[in-house]
């Protein structure tokens, strides 16, 4: 089979557990670009920080960004942008803050979050970012904040300090707010998109623009986010490091983030195939 397009993951993907980036990684992309293969990010990461990395590889391909709800190269031009409407924001971030949950609501440029004063592994995670290119604005009441000022963002996350909690607000969420999706992880942690948000319609919306189909494109990733677009894709790749439930999705399961297992998959799925021309857009 002659694979066209190459989509992975960022975090226990494409970067170690320590988020450095191996210099076998970035040669191997290169080694794939050279046969003609078109490489692209999917990733949860906001635009700006996958960008980042994206300019690392020398990648300037159409990105897939917060899990599939931002699809662009040009942060100012994107090939689609799927939002939560103002009125569920508005509806979902008053329950949220009445259930006592750290809310995150992430644009494509900025994000907003309700200020944490006690949970420092909390912190840790809704910090991630770089405030240079992705301003993070702290306010001590969401709601408020969101009635004033209306935003109709990509994602929102909300940390919780334990399971029981993240249960109870996830089945809750589900049965008040239909035109919505949310996921649960197992760091405590819900997502919520627009209905039908996913890095696998992501990948088909994008294979269908430049012209590739899903049994041509190989996807690699390490999460739950990640599984259907395994599932779907021509070759789908599950790293060592992967959740148990992604790995029985995968058609292969290479080594972990933390022994090269890109490098070494793009190596071995590529190094027989010609090089090939594919328009670049």
Same mark, same amino acid.
């Given at each position: ?186 760091? &405590?942690?819900? /997502?919520? $998109? +627009?209905?039908?948000? #996913? ?10 623009? =430049? @012209?590739? &189909?899903?049994? /041509?494109? $190989? +996807?690699?990733?390490? #999460? ?10 021509? =070759? @789908? ?23 090269? @297992? ?20």
């Amino acid at each position: 089979m002659v694979y066209k397009l190459l989509a992975l993951d960022i975090d226990g993907t494409i970067l170690r557990t320590n988020h450095r980036m191996d210099k076998r990684v970035k040669d191997a992309i290169e080694y794939v670009k050279q046969k003609g293969v078109y490489v692209t990010l999917a990733t949860r990461r906001h635009f700006a920080s996958a960008k980042k990395v994206a300019k690392a590889l020398k990648l300037d391909t159409i990105l897939i960004t917060h899990n599939g709800a931002f699809m662009a190269s040009d942060i100012d031009d994107p090939l689609s942008e799927i939002r939560i409407s103002q009125q569920d924001v508005e509806g979902i971030v008053q329950f949220l803050e009445k259930s006592n949950s750290h809310v995150r609501i992430k644009h494509e440029r900025f994000s907003l979050a309700n200020r944490i004063k006690q949970n420092q592994e909390i912190i840790a995670k809704m910090t991630i970012g770089d405030p240079l290119f992705y301003p993070i604005n702290f306010t001590d009441d969401l709601n408020e904040y969101v009635n004033e000022s209306p935003v109709s963002p990509l994602q929102i996350e909300a940390f919780f300090n334990n399971e029981a909690d993240r249960r109870a607000i996830y089945e809750t969420l589900q049965l008040r707010f239909p035109n919505v999706d949310v996921r649960h992880y197992t760091d &405590n942690r819900l /997502e919520i $998109v +627009a209905k039908h948000v #996913s890095k696998n319609n992501a990948l088909n919306d994008l294979g269908e623009y =430049l @012209g590739i &189909n899903c049994d /041509e494109m $190989v +996807a690699v990733g390490d #999460s739950l986010a990640d599984m259907d677009m395994i599932r779907e894709a021509g =070759l @789908g790749v599950a790293m060592g490091n992967a959740h148990d439930a992604v790995k029985k999705h995968a058609d292969w399961i290479t080594r972990s983030n933390d022994q090269n @297992g890109v490098a070494y998959m793009m190596k071995e799925v590529f190094r027989k195939q010609l090089r090939m021309q594919i328009h670049s857009l």
